[in-house]
């Protein structure tokens, strides 16, 4: 399999994340190491819908879940497209594979109140605490992802118009408000890192004052949300509570859509069911007929 030129090719052409990569790779290595231990394959044009297939049927029957599963087939997807598109190969086996059914989740999410009264008690007497407080305020404040904050940089806040330009998936570029009050904080923040010397090229830091890596913040938002009520704890979360604060407050789901970056509607759409729940509980306390 030409799985490392496919790498290659995502990255030059469409711009994909590590994280995404990532991904990627452990899917078609996993898949290469069935066809040769199942089939002794290793040809490309060899692999059959039927051997995708069984592949498929392997993963289910070990308990993987069909979230997963669906993830590894638009990896497939994507690998046997460029196949196609180099001429590796005449046709595609992927064509008649179709996902399995998953059940929707229900995004998770703190109260309002609740995570404001949170951001209000963070600690920030130094320049490490005050560091974790803006990687959660900052998470909350614009619902951008966890990659997306790591990769921030000083330059990309611009203090004079209030915001702060984003580098999404397939480095999609967007434009994010920031409140005045986060504005101070990010240009005490700075102010500190400079007056200390501190190089990190990125603009959050580690306790090394390096740049800050995933699994830092990961860590950063479990330690701070402990302290809210609810049971998934992740930078995650605090997109969920962007999103979900933003609809509740009447904003409309094109502009929350754009903000989150996210390509297709329906993606965004995931948050109107907690509002819609809103609405239920609204009317079974209100209205007379309810019962």
Known sequence: MKIDEFLDYLIAQKGFSPHSL???????????????????????????????RSFLVWLNQNNISHRTIN?????????????????????????????????????????????????????QDDIFSLNEALVFEMLYATGIRRSELTNLKEEDIDFEKKEVRVFGKRRKERIIPLHVDLIDKLKSFIEQKNSMNIRAEKLFISKKGEDIRAEEVYVIVKKILAFAQVEKRSPHVLRHCFATHLLDEGADIMNIKELLGHSN??????????????????????HPRSE
Do not use: G, W
């Open 265 to 286: 509607l329906n993606t965004t759409q995931i948050y109107t069911h907690n509002t819609i729940e809103k609405l239920k509980k609204a009317y079974k306390l209100s």
């Open 71 to 123: 993830r590894k087939i638009a990896s497939l997807r994507a690998y046997f497209h460029f196949l196609i598109k180099m001429n590796y190969i005449e046709n595609n086996p992927m064509i008649k594979i179709s996902c399995f059914k998953v059940k929707k989740r229900t995004p998770v999410f703190v109260q309002r109140e609740e995570i404001l009264k949170i951001i209000e008690n963070l600690n």
């Open 22 to 52: 990532k991904a990627y790779s452990s899917d078609l290595k996993q898949f290469e190491k069935y066809l040769s231990e199942s089939y002794d394959i290793y040809k490309d044009s060899d692999i059959s819908y039927e051997i995708i």
